[in-house]
């Protein structure tokens, strides 16, 4: 893709799916830091209190005292100043503890609580030229601010055969976001994961969803290998911890794909 003269304003993509283990975590870090390959700013949201993306980047979020939780709830914690580099150049990190589980309590007494993330990214939006969130599996408030401070969505889903359930939810979920909070909230795309080529059961899921989404599902396909969940142990990207594997060549071409929409 071609380069980009200036950076920002950001567009901000929320990585969605409430359903656990379908890859929104492995996604998030692996997109973003194919982006930053093709010289793209890219921010990390960890909106997960899982803390998983902190930790698949190879850092331990449960010993920081500054996490996106006091950005939300804090006037003057800023993005800027908890925001953490990662092994990747041009990415940052802005992570997430526990303490985050206790934000989607306190926010509900709040005034525009859905908007809280939103918010709190404003400032740095000309900073970036992308900020990818990583969702929690739920729908609820997290998710939610996600949906109201994100351009686009972008859908994680594993080739097994009840996938689909839960899809009509979620889709429902975003438009409503879109009719209440966020009017031009589109669905990025669909991206297919865990796909084993070999078995006739995965190409038949692929079909499906095909049938069922037509043109939002990527090009790009996630083929189920090993070396995700060996890139978590190692805390970095696939793009730079097996520079020319199948993986780090997909989460490239899918970079390329999301550039393009
Ligand atoms: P989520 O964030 O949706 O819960 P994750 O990205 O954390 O999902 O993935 C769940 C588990 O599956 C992790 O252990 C991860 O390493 C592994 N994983 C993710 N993508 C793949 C893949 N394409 N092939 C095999 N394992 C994967
Ligand atoms: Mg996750």
Known sequence: PPLVAEHGPARILALCNQKGGVGKTTST???????????RRVLLVDFD??????????????????????????????????VLRTCVPDMDLLPSNIDLSAAEVQLVAEVGREQTLGRTLRPVIDNYDYILIDCQPSLGLLTVNALAAAHGVLIPLECEFFS???????????????????????????????YDPRTLHSREVMARVVEAFGEIVFDTVINRTVRFP????????????????????????????VIAR
């Open 164 to 194: 689909l359930r839960g899809v009509a939810l979620l889709i429902d979920t975003i438009e409503k976001v879109r009719e209440r909070l966020n009017p031009d909230l589109e669905i990025t795309g669909i991206l297919a994961t865990m």
């Open 49 to 82: 209190p899982q803390g998983a993306l902190s930790v698949g980047l190879g850092i331990q979020p449960h010993h920081l005292d500054r996490t996106i939780y006091n950005v939300l709830m804090e006037r003057d914690t800023t993005v800027e100043e908890t």
């Open 29 to 39: 870090i692996n997109l973003g830091a194919a982006l930053a390959e093709f010289g």
């Open 230 to 257: 060996e890139t978590t142990v190692a805390g970095e990207p696939i793009t730079s911890w097996a520079p020319r594997s199948g993986g780090a060549k997909a989460y490239r071409a899918l970079a390329r794909e």
